[in-house]
């Protein structure tokens, strides 16, 4: 069974770019959520979608977007990009958003480098 | 707003000792908790998920306890080997429709062969 594949797996932008990760969920998972992980803040959520709707919301500012698609696919994008942007971008998918007794399975992830 | 400490910060212990990882949590109205590790440079491997309603786990050499009241979980490791070297996070669930998770600050363990 495939797990959560994440690409590119590395990716190097200048300042003031935008870029766009992708994430492909576990087979039959409706629920992806992403997440930045910095040395100095640590892991942070960014968003959760199901059924192509987002449900949940960090608090970034609005130059970090995502979206879902109808096979659950999702990307995610970062626009005017700052050098604090670079990070790992990790995805996660679940079958129902985590309920019961399922927990996340997250991807290797997408290390993002801004110069 | 939830807060998630996980201490120490960094841990060595010689190989084939038991060990214990500890996670506190300021709110205790949570869903579930859920333990992870994570190599150098790579994704999160799910380790353990308890949901509110138990108090343990076990995976293999791992038992994970919850105490809802007291805000805290710990991770035991039995048997340390050098491949259980690694970064343990712990991740909470606040309540069921909230997709979030909240992640401690880690646990860098070092098992020395």
């Known amino acids: 069974k495939a797990g959560v594949t994440q690409t590119p797996r590395y990716l190097i932008k200048t300042r003031g770019q935008q870029v766009t990760l992708s994430c492909s969920p576990i087979s039959g998972h409706r629920s992806v959520s992403w997440y930045q992980q910095t040395p100095g803040q640590g892991l942070q959520f960014l968003f959760e979608?199901?059924?192509?709707?987002?449900?949940n919301k960090g608090n970034f500012p609005g130059r970090f977007s995502g979206r879902q698609f109808s096979n659950s696919r999702s990307e995610m994008n970062v626009s005017t990009l700052e050098l604090g942007d670079s990070a790992l971008y990790l995805c996660?998918?679940?079958?129902?958003?985590?309920?019961?007794?399922?927990?996340?399975?997250f991807g290797s992830g997408t290390r993002l480098t801004v110069v | 707003k939830q807060e998630v400490t996980q201490i120490p910060a960094a841990l060595s212990v010689p190989e084939g000792e038991n060990l214990v990882l500890n996670c506190s949590f300021t709110?205790?109205?949570?869903?579930?908790l859920q333990w992870f590790r994570q190599d150098p440079g790579k994704g999160l491997t799910s380790l353990l998920l308890i949901q509110s309603s138990q108090r343990e786990q076990t995976s293999g050499r791992l038992n994970a306890s919850l105490d809802k009241s007291s805000g805290r979980s710990t991770l035991y490791i039995a048997a340390s080997q050098p491949g259980d070297s690694a970064t343990y996070l712990c991740?909470?669930?606040?309540?069921?429709?909230?997709?979030?998770?909240?992640f401690g600050t880690g646990t860098r363990l070092t098992i020395i062969p």
């Open positions: 709110d205790s109205a949570i869903y579930n």
């Open positions: 979608y199901f059924s192509e709707t987002q449900r």
């Open positions: 996660a998918s679940s079958p129902i958003g985590g309920q019961g007794a399922y927990g996340y399975t």
């Open positions: 991740a909470v669930r606040e309540n069921f429709g909230n997709e979030k998770l909240t």
